[in-house]
């Protein structure tokens, strides 16, 4: 099976593309830029899978890419990601996240080979609030959230209009190694290699999430393939991704990290411009339960050690791999 994969030299894209290419999946990789290539490199991927390197805004670029590499499912990951710097730009944000869906999505009907897609959207989508169902009704309201629930409704008007077998995922707080955006997880980590004091901003703790490792989000991915190869579809249009482990605050996660070290410091200072974010956030899982029900296994069934053991792990690559974070 070909496997179109976008924003593939990103954290979470890149680390997909691996496992894909390690499970037997022909990856076809798309990139903005070259010099984007980092995690590439260092997965370890050059000459296991293609890459395309082009803007998807560019009907051009995308409509020759599909009908030159002919995939059969596409997992859309490219994405401005980072609420600060959504706002700091919120028109590049827009152009990025919306016109490149509709771009794409565009392409893929044009093209006879495709028929599936997975989309990558954001828990934030549903505005503030514990326990959100897909059901719920999404109520974004900065730049990063609006844009990623319009890439939703993007993606359902194709799928109920021109019948494209399409799901949109909607994950927690995602973290692993190859981050290099400016997330708690990875600056902590930074900080703490750096014998620096770990940050917490005042408020950090009223500041609630879920976090998933990288191994776990793509459990439910690999889950998702077999599902829609065996059922030529998808179990449901939108699902909640995250752990049955109950939401921390951002200065408990980080505390939790500089245990991991000893002789770490904190500093709590105030943050020098506002961000506007949500203060709790956590997701309903039902529907995940059920896609895992067969299997016995599932990423909710999993002691809060576990959050620690995979912090512990992504610590130990950050260790390992100080070359690729110090260039950053």
Known sequence: MKILVTGASGFVGSFVSKRLVEDGERVIGVTRTLPCKDNISYYDLEGKMEVAVGDLTDSYFIE???????PNLILHFAAMAIVKQAQENPVLTF??????TWTLLEAVRK?????????MSTD???GEGMGKREEDAMNPRHPYPVSKACEDMLIEAYLHTYTLPAIVMRPCNIFGPGDWHPRVVPNTIKNMLSNKPLIIFEGDNRMFRQYIDLDSFYS??????????????????VMNIATGLQPVSTEDVVRLIGSLRSGAKFKVVKRIEAVKEISEQSLDITRLKAL???????PWRQPDEFFKTKL?????????HRDYWREK
């Open 124 to 126: 934030k989508v549903y």
């Open 111 to 119: 093209c006879s080979s495709v028929k599936g897609f997975i989309g």
């Open 64 to 70: 020759r890419t599909l009908n030159h590499y002919r």
């Open 95 to 100: 152009r990025s996240n919306i016109c490149g």
């Open 220 to 237: 439910v991915i690999h889950i998702l393939i077999r599902y829609w190869e065996k059922m030529k579809a998808f179990p449901y249009d």
């Open 312 to 320: 512990k792990e992504t610590v130990r690559w950050y260790d390992e």
């Open 292 to 298: 895992f029900a067969a299997t016995d296994s599932g």
